[in-house]
């Protein structure tokens, strides 16, 4: 993965440049394409050698860049290190990437020297009482219940001597990320635009329960068996999670209709009270808001929980979804001036340390916009 990762040296790239170049290598190149990234109905398209001379146009283009841009690679469940280095900048859409090429040229223009900047680890905790805390890097604070360092927050153990429980929240705004350690161990990480609503330490003898107000969070619960059984339930407005097991991703957006738990490892029954349903790893719940319906499927676990750990994976995701992840993490309002461009559908992977500037220039590059413009917290595509 050196090179979707941006890890990859100056001489790496040269030696990609020369290795694809040879027919068997061309054909292995196909067939990892085929498993990984490029949508299987394009892998027999004859103008796939095509999209591979795209590609390394591409290569070549980010060894002029790397002379004036240095990144640190963070994907780390990375393997057959030089084959996927050929995979672009690891953004693939399924008609362009075949039928449009590449600019010659570097970056292109943006139409104003302002720059998005990347989110960073910031929320706001609420107290019991209703007051409020800044938490950001560089900001220690200490409560009666917890300590801060400005990137995480950490609850202590559960009280044996409490007699009733107290709440407090977490909200975490667009363009921010948090982690949070709750009393009983259970570690949760919350992504932008999400609030987290949970006791400051848990009742001896009864059921754990915290709730998912709205937005997305990944829990890895500490079990029932270090806890004299008390079972851990996440809440939400419309759906419940009962935890049988350790890790799983739950999404209940608030501009979403979908609420999404998928299960990563143990069992989960999750649904409405009346109705809930037992997932095993790997497993999807989508629960339609509108129609009350669901629906499970099997998953890449690793597209809905690389968030986390400084990734976006996706798989087959329209333009305008896609959108709507970088906008609450960049803090920003998309505006399609050309709608015809939404639907076009995106593979790949995406660094949370780049700036928004950076990917949609590549996004251009590729030719699945003309054009665009930021226009204060604005990004216009055209």
Known sequence: MKYLTNSATLSDLDFLSVWIEKDLNKELFKEYAKTHFIINLHMNDPETDVAIQRLLDAIRKEKSWRYRLRTQSIYRYATAAILVGILATAYFFRTNVFTTSVEDGGTPAIVNTNVIEQGTDKAILTLEDGSQIALEKGNAIQTRNAKSNGEEIVYEG????????????????????FFIELSDGTKVWLNSESQLKYPVSFMEGQAREVELVYGEAYFEVSPSTAHNGAEFKVLNSSQEVEVLGTAFNIKAYKDETNIYTTLVEGKVLVGPAERKQRLVPNQQLDFDLQTHTTTIKEVDVFNEISWKDGIFSFEEESLQNIMKVLARWYDVKVVFENEAIKDEEFIGLLRKDQSLNKIISTIKDFGIIKDFEFDEKRLILR
């Open 158 to 177: 559960n009280s044996k001597d409490i007699i009733e429980l107290v709440f407090n929240h977490l909200t975490v705004p667009r363009g921010g990320q």
